[in-house]
């Protein structure tokens, strides 16, 4: 009997560990993290004329930050698309940098998994009143379409910079189809959703701190030192509009003057 039970206990663990082998063979598949970054900011949100829409133009369209207890309109630039409109321009650049990971699993159901992590440095990071990103007031730093001189030089006087980690997990229709544009994805599945739709997002979280001048608008004197923070984790697709109107449950946008 005792061998018996052995005999049984020794057959599940093996079995048991030949499915975990089976599965870590073809369970996780990296992919370089350049391939997320440039993926932003190639979404034409459409005007409705047959044009794209420009948030905060020159700069292409990436996710931005607002909280409900003030009008705060917080834009930290993980993707380095001032950089990219800088180069466009034979201007001198910024210099924000990126590293990170992509991860991307088969489901069952053939579709994909992905797990995206990306931090980010010196990223250009402003803030604006009225919830309004482009339009509002600059209470802190500076909008990309200001930063450049007409002799291709930077005028970054009134620019503040941040670091920031982002961590997105969303599903692909398959292994290997591109990675998304987040703006672009969003809009498919919440703003212009089409039937048979299989992707979503699971999740999204956003977390950064950014150091620049205070703007007079910001009730201080002009080029007070100032600190942005920023803390957003959204719900999955299933839970957008659910008791939370934007999927973001947790939302904070954190602006004050140092030492204050």
Not at 38 to 45: K, L, N, R, S
């Amino acid at each position: 009997m005792r061998m018996t039970r052995l005999a049984t206990v020794a057959a599940i663990l093996a079995g048991t560990a030949m499915l975990m082998a089976a599965r870590s063979g073809n369970s996780a598949n990296q992919r370089d993290i350049s391939e997320f970054v440039d993926a932003q900011g190639t979404f034409c949100w459409p005007d409705g004329s047959g044009g794209c829409v420009q948030f905060v133009s020159p700069i292409e369209n990436f996710l931005g930050w607002l909280a409900p207890d003030n009008d705060f309109a917080a834009s930290v630039d993980y993707a380095g698309l001032a950089d990219r409109y800088l180069e466009d321009q034979d201007a001198e650049t910024i210099g924000t940098t990126f590293r990170g990971s992509v991860t991307e699993r088969p489901l069952a159901d053939g579709r994909a998994e992905i797990h995206i992590r990306l931090h980010t440095n010196d990223a250009l990071s402003w803030v604006a009143d009225g919830n309004d990103f482009g339009g509002g007031n600059l209470l802190m730093g500076a909008r990309g379409g200001d930063l450049l001189n007409p002799d291709g030089t930077l005028n970054l006087d009134d620019a503040a910079f941040g670091d920031s980690t982002l961590h997105a997990v969303i599903v692909n229709a398959k292994v290997g189809d591109p990675l998304p544009d987040l703006m672009g994805l969003i809009f498919d599945l919440f703003v212009n959703p089409q039937p048979g739709e299989v992707r979503e997002i699971r999740k999204i979280s956003f977390h950064a701190s950014a150091s620049g001048p205070l703007r007079a608008a910001f009730g201080v004197e002009e080029g007070t030192p100032g600190r942005l923070t920023v803390g957003q984790t959204n719900v999955d697709s299933e839970g957008m509009g659910k008791g939370v109107e934007d999927g973001f449950p947790a939302e904070l946008v954190k602006l004050r003057a140092v030492g204050n």
